[in-house]
């Protein structure tokens, strides 16, 4: 029951379903995630810390940069299930069709050379 707590509680806080969302797009790097959603650095890293840990998310590193997409599942078979779910959830939600709207014109060298 522990690892089906996690995951629950991983997903329980919006920004992180915000993250998860996101992350079905394309790998985004911790900078580009703060952006989106417009809160510090910091709090991006916790909170992709907690979807790491319930196996959600996978981080990997790609020379200066550590990006994060979205975990295959085969760790646990909660995490599995989410991942395969939200793919299919909240895409009429406002706040989630925002995102989607401005993905795409958030980039790390952008961000990186203010």
């Known amino acids: 029951m522990k690892e089906f707590i996690k995951v629950m509680k991983a ?12 992350l079905q797009a394309r790998p985004l790097c911790v900078c ?8 510090a650095q910091s709090t991006a890293s916790k909170h992709l810390k907690i979807l790491e840990d319930a196996e ?9 940069w550590v990006n994060y997409s979205l975990s295959d599942g085969k760790g646990s078979p909660y995490s599995a299930s989410m991942i395969g779910n939200l ?8 706040g989630i069709r925002d995102l989607n ?3 795409p014109g958030i980039d790390r060298h952008d ?3 203010r």
């Open 56 to 64: 959600l998310v996978r981080s990997f590193k790609d020379g200066l």
């Open 11 to 22: 997903l329980s806080d919006p920004n992180r379903v915000k993250m998860m969302k996101m």
């Open 87 to 94: 793919k299919h959830w909240l895409e009429d939600e406002p």
């Open 101 to 103: 709207r401005i993905l």
């Open 32 to 39: 580009e995630i703060k952006e989106a959603l417009g809160i």
């Open 111 to 113: 961000i990186v050379g």
